[in-house]
């Protein structure tokens, strides 16, 4: 991130110097430089790997979420998941991720 952002003050500072008449000339360079044109592979990587990150955040407080209801509540993984609010269609998958991930919470059911 530091990398990137020294080559853009280092591309502005540029862009100013060649170009400090013509505000339509700066005002396109920084759109192509700042990523609003340009893509590379590393920066479709790097949002590739955040969205994964954030599923896989938001799939981790879903099981604890569920664990939660199980423990406090005191109810069944069924139950834990109608409590959650998880819809229908995701159930089985919650449930498999739940009992690979706390097996010994659903065996003392």
């Known amino acids: 991130m530091y990398q ?9 500072k540029v862009t100013m110097h060649l170009a400090q008449q013509k505000q339509s000339v700066k005002e396109g ?7 609003h044109i340009l893509n590379y ?6 949002n590739q ?11 981790r407080d879903i099981i604890e979420g569920i664990k939660r209801a199980i423990n406090k509540q005191r109810l069944s993984l ?5 409590y959650m609010d998880i819809p229908v269609e ?3 998958r919650y449930e ?5 991930t706390y097996p010994e919470i659903y ?3």
């Open 4 to 12: 990137t952002e020294m080559i853009l003050q280092m591309i502005r």
């Open 29 to 35: 360079v920084y759109s192509i430089m700042g990523g």
């Open 41 to 46: 592979e590393a920066k479709d990587i790097l």
């Open 49 to 59: 790997g955040i969205t994964q990150g954030e599923e896989i955040a938001t799939e």
């Open 78 to 82: 069924a139950d834990a998941m109608d």
């Open 90 to 92: 995701q159930k089985g």
């Open 96 to 100: 498999k991720i739940f009992l690979e």
């Open 107 to 109: 065996q003392a059911e």
